[in-house]
C-alpha cells in the first residue's frame, strides 16, 4: 500500500513570505501529525490532527497552522517566515487504535532564504 | 519539563561496537515504549516496538524498558556502518492519546 506522500519535497521561500505543506496520509490513518526537524533542535511537535479536528498542540507560535480535510489529507501553513523556520517537517500519520506506531512520509525540506 | 529527554549526541563508533542509546521520561502513566530509525534524508521508520516492562530482542538490536526508572534503552550488538543514522525514541499514550518522541541520537559507526 502507498506510504504517507508529503509535497512538494524541496521548498525555498523568502523572509515574510507564507508556505503551504501537503500531507496524504496511508488509506485508513485518520491521525496526522506534523513536526519540524533541526540538527539543533531535534524532532519538535507541532500538532496533531483526527477526524478534522486538531487534537493536540505543541509548543510553537501561532504563525503555524494546519488543518486535515474530510480524506484525512492535511496541509500546515507557516506565514511570516522567519530565517529560524528552515527545517525538514515531518508528516506522520497513524491508525486510531493506541498500540499502532506512526508512519512517516519523507519531508519536506523548507529553506527560508 | 520535557515529557522525553534524549541525549542528541553526536556518538560516533568503531564497527563492531555495542551501542547503547537512552532515553528517560516523566509520565509514570507510558505504556508503550517504540524506537525509530532515521537515515539521512529520509523520513523516521518503527524498529522496535515494547509494551510495559522488560526487554525485547530483535537480531541485534534489544530494546529495554525500566518503568520504575523511567528510564529506555535501545542496544544494537556488533554495529555496522549500515547503522549509522539518527535514532528516536518515542512513547505514550499521553493527555489526547498523544505519542511523545525524543529529539533522537545521531549514530555513526566508523568501518
Known amino acids: 500500500k502507498a506510504g504517507v506522500t508529503q509535497t512538494p519535497r524541496y521548498l525555498i521561500k523568502t523572509r515574510g513570505q507564507q508556505v503551504t505543506l501537503s500531507c496524504s496520509p496511508i488509506?485508513?490513518?485518520?491521525?496526522v501529525s506534523w513536526y519540524q526537524q533541526t540538527p539543533g533542535q531535534g524532532l519538535q511537535f507541532l500538532f496533531e490532527y483526527f477526524s478534522e479536528t486538531q487534537r493536540n498542540k505543541g509548543n510553537f507560535p501561532g504563525r503555524f497552522s494546519g488543518r486535515q480535510f474530510s480524506n484525512s489529507r492535511s496541509e500546515m501553513n507557516v506565514s511570516t517566515l522567519e530565517l529560524g523556520d528552515s527545517a525538514l517537517y515531518l508528516c506522520?500519520?497513524?491508525?486510531?487504535?493506541?498500540?499502532?506506531?506512526?508512519?512517516f512520509g519523507s519531508g519536506t525540506r523548507l529553506t527560508v532564504v | 519539563q520535557k515529557e522525553v529527554e534524549q541525549d542528541p549526541g553526536p556518538l560516533s563508533v568503531p564497527e563492531g561496537a555495542i551501542v547503547s542509546l537512552n532515553c528517560t521520561y516523566s509520565?509514570?502513566?507510558?505504556?508503550?515504549f517504540m524506537w525509530y530509525r532515521q537515515y539521512s534524508r529520509k523520513g523516521p521508520e518503527l524498529l522496535m516496538y515494547t509494551y510495559s516492562s522488560g526487554n525485547k530482542e530483535d537480531g541485534r538490536f534489544t530494546a529495554q524498558v525500566d518503568k520504575s526508572s523511567k528510564y529506555i534503552s535501545l542496544f544494537i550488538r556488533d554495529s555496522q556502518p549500515s547503522d549509522s543514522a539518527t535514532y528516536l525514541c518515542?512513547?505514550?499514550?499521553?493527555?489526547?492519546?498523544?505519542?511523545?518522541f525524543g529529539t533522537g541520537t545521531s549514530l555513526t559507526v566508523i568501518p
Open positions: 509520565n509514570s502513566a507510558f505504556q508503550y
Open positions: 518515542a512513547m505514550g499514550p499521553g493527555t489526547g492519546n498523544q505519542f511523545y
Open positions: 506522520a500519520s497513524r491508525t486510531t487504535g493506541v498500540t499502532n506506531g506512526y508512519t
Open positions: 488509506s485508513g490513518h485518520r491521525s
